[in-house]
T-cell receptor, first 114, second 114 residues
């Protein structure tokens, strides 16, 4: 049982390049989330999904797009990377059980934009 | 005012010490409360949920004061392995419904030394 996996683990981009971060979970969770973590800022929600085919904006969605074509996968896209998007990106998922708010996180993707 | 505020520390304590972390939250409609632990360069993981009646898990005790919008975590008999960042996390509403939006504090760094 792998839980939540993320690829790639590390990436360096040049300003203006694009890339896609992949998140996969094998726990049959309905809800999935993308966060970014910056020093002194805590984790901030970028986008989230409450089920296959649905996505919504979080707190800091600008510059990112997402897709949830399959229940187990949640993709985060950067169309034109900027240095301000240098961060650690975490994907998370949770079940829909009542009162079950625990989110399970992937190991993170460290992205540097130069 | 940040939605969830923590003293960032760092806290440096000797093995065997008792240490307490505090956290305040601004949204009185918040429903659920947690402490997550994050090891260096790793993903956050749930340490414990926080209940109004207070709860204990081994050496860890969490308390919630809804009137003061205040959460605490007490660690007794600190171990070297307790060294980590402790994140205060509050669950609120997202998009008008409870899709499990977690709002994270910036974290409190704990270092336990021999």
């Amino acid at each position: 049982n792998a839980g939540v996996t993320q690829t790639p683990k590390f990436r360096v981009l040049k300003t203006g390049q694009s890339m896609t971060l992949l998140c996969a979970q094998d726990m049959n969770h309905e809800y999935m989330y993308w966060y970014r973590q910056d020093p002194g800022m805590g984790l901030r929600l970028i986008h989230y999904s409450v089920g296959e085919g649905t996505t919504a904006k979080g707190e800091v969605p600008d510059g990112y797009n997402v897709s949830r074509l399959k229940k187990q996968n949640f993709l985060l896209g950067l169309e034109s990377a900027a240095p301000s998007q240098t961060s650690v990106y975490f994907c998370a998922s949770r079940s829909t059980g009542t009162g079950t708010y625990e989110q399970y996180f992937g190991p993170g993707t460290r992205l540097t934009v130069t | 005012r940040k939605e969830v505020e923590q003293d960032p520390g760092p806290f440096n304590v000797p093995e065997g010490a008792t240490v307490a972390f505090n956290c305040t939250y601004s949204n009185s409609a918040s429903q659920s409360f947690f402490w997550y632990r994050q090891d260096c360069r790793k993903e956050p993981k749930l340490l414990m949920s926080v209940y109004s009646s207070g709860n204990e898990d081994g050496r860890f005790t969490a308390q919630l004061n809804r009137a003061s919008q205040y959460i605490s975590l007490l660690i007794r008999d600190s171990k070297l392995s307790d060294s980590a960042t402790y994140l205060c996390v509050v669950n609120g509403l997202l998009g008008g419904t409870s899709y499990g939006k977690l709002t994270f504090g910036q974290g409190t760094i704990l270092t336990v030394h021999p």
